[in-house]
């Protein structure tokens, strides 16, 4: 081995320096990896713009946990994004969710999550109604990508999403919130 590195000294060096030069372009952000790949051809990557913030099934899935500690029978009655912590494509870190217990009357329990982390818990009086979230539920992206499809929608800017247990109790809708006003959305496929 010592024999081998001392007749390719000057090739390993270089290949040293060219690694470290190219993950220095890469961390001052001279180099992007997304341009370099598509000029080596690779297929063009779309990073949407709120892709590191958490969907409504993440926070769901965060928040039935603690509902189900509440009440063993915990259902959803609805799910709804913080306003102005909401990004373009319906996601967030901070969401708000009431859940309610068929074996418990008029009371529900009230869950808030910010920066991924449960915040608080509480017991409230409520009256409504709740169901399991169904797997063919719409994402708040596709809730938002139906709205922006209504007429004099199509570039309203997102304020929150909220998605709630119909009063029928057998369906689920969304109501994308804009600054021109709400669209609901059927939340099932």
Do not use: C
Request: no cysteine; hydrophobic share 40%.
């Amino acid at each position: 081995m010592p024999e081998f590195f001392n007749k390719n000294k000057k090739i390993i060096y270089s290949a040293i320096a060219i690694i470290i030069l190219i993950v220095v372009l890469f961390i001052s952000g001279i180099l992007d990896f997304l341009e370099v790949k598509k000029f080596f051809g690779g297929k063009e990557v779309v990073i949407e713009p709120d892709a590191h913030l958490m969907t409504n099934r993440n926070a769901y899935d965060i928040a039935l946990l603690k509902a189900r500690e509440w009440q063993k029978d915990a259902e959803l009655s609805r799910i709804n994004s913080l306003a102005g912590e909401t990004g373009p494509n319906g996601r967030a870190d901070d969401w708000d969710l009431l859940f309610v217990s068929k074996s418990l009357k008029n009371k529900g329990y009230h869950i808030i999550i910010r920066n991924r982390e449960i915040s608080l818990t509480e017991e409230i009086i409520f009256t409504g109604t709740g169901g399991e979230l169904p797997e063919n539920i719409i994402s708040s992206k596709e809730a938002v990508n139906r709205a922006h499809q209504v007429p004099g929608y199509e570039n309203e800017d997102i304020i929150s999403v909220e998605m709630i247990y119909g009063p029928d109790g057998k369906q689920w809708y969304w109501g994308v919130k804009t600054s021109k006003g709400v669209v609901r959305i059927n939340a099932r496929e």
